[in-house]
DNA sequence: TTTGTTACTGCAACTAAGTTGCGTTATATT
DNA sequence: AATATAACGCAACTTAGTTGCAGTAACAAA
């Protein structure tokens, strides 16, 4: 089940992903706003606006659950399947707006697909 | 600094990915051997076994640890970066041994990937 | 505006994968 | 056999994420 009541919480929770473009981990969010926010309530709301289609989650490169704003997924369905570049210096992680070709797998059903693609970012390559 | 002395327990790992085809995780490792092996060890050799190019290691869709053979990689240069395919009934891993093809991403340098498909294998697809 | 339902929150305690420090054991070299 | 040290076991720790429960607040209805 999803969002039903738009609490203070809430609202910080999605101002933090609408000032910027990047992606950011649960334990970002927990670092910069536990002393306002109760951990297990960010855990919570990132998992409902995930349910409503409104966040999509992944996994970094260390295991870490990241979150950012998704593009045309509803609560019924995630479309969202782009992949996602991880900073190795700065540790930044972006949505990359592409299309993955995945290679062609016989006999088996295919129904996720992540890719994590690691590097130096636009900032850290100069 | 990888493997230097031939143990009991690098002699026990070893034969584990050799009798199947899978890849296998620490944590399974752990569950099959932890009364023989202790778990440290298991984390360390297969920390070492990697390091000398013999095994590769991925994080599978819940972020657990798995490990699996090398094809043609050495301890200097891990030169593997096929995708993993985990099977969302089973839980089982396999390398899928074909080349992927990265979306074009401007003015970052590209390092590693990791693409993890994630679907029902042959066995569970039946 | 008040009341009442219940979604949401905070707290504390917990779970589980993986790590660290250190004293002991065992491998391999001389 | 002696010895240097890689490898091991144990216990305690770290940390991301979860759970249960009691208290709080959002919101609809009166």
Known sequence: MGIIRKTKTVEILLNEFNKNEVAISAKKLIDSLGNTINKTTI????????????????LGKDGLKWYAKCN??????????????????CGKV???????VLPNIP???IEFSQL???????????
């Open 107 to 109: 006999n088996r059903q």
């Open 43 to 58: 855990y919570r709301v990132l998992d409902k606006l995930e349910d409503d289609g409104v966040l999509h989650s992944f």
């Open 116 to 126: 994590l693609i690691q590097g130096k970012c636009e900032v850290c390559c100069a």
């Open 72 to 89: 045309g997924c509803s609560s019924s369905k995630h479309t969202d399947m782009h992949p996602h570049f991880q900073c190795l210096s």
């Open 94 to 100: 972006d949505c990359i707006s592409t299309n993955v």
